[in-house]
Nanobody, 121 residues
């Protein structure tokens, strides 16, 4: 079994910063891309940032220049540093990872349980 456990959410004032972490554990042979998604009330889940196994990153236009995604492959962990937060960043943030769970297995998509980020104005 593979688990993704997120941490770091919370309440912050506009202009503030938060750092989210997501650690993958369990039966893991390798991890391909990892990323963060978010879902605000009444809206669809959207991609925020993604990082490949080689470190290539991409971001949603709405967070470019404010958010930074990094990963520590030795720890199977991905981070999202969020600066200059805005009220519109308020959402549940979900970690996602494309994980190969064993030798000769195909990769599978895994999700964390979500962590709430609330930005007050």
């Amino acid at each position: 079994q593979v688990q993704l456990v997120e941490s770091g959410g919370g309440l912050v004032q506009a202009g503030g910063s938060l750092r989210l972490s997501c650690a993958a554990s369990g039966s893991i042979f390798s991890i391909n891309a990892m990323g963060w998604y978010r879902q605000a009330p009444g809206k669809q889940r959207e991609s925020v940032a993604r990082i490949t196994s080689s470190g290539v990153t991409n971001y949603a236009d709405s967070v470019k220049g404010r958010f930074t995604i990094t990963r520590d492959s030795a720890k199977n962990t991905v981070y999202l540093q969020m600066n200059s937060l805005k009220p519109e960043d308020t959402a549940v943030y979900y970690c996602n990872a494309d994980i190969v769970p064993g030798l000769w297995r195909i990769s599978e998509d895994y999700w964390g349980q979500g962590t709430q980020v609330t930005v007050s104005s």
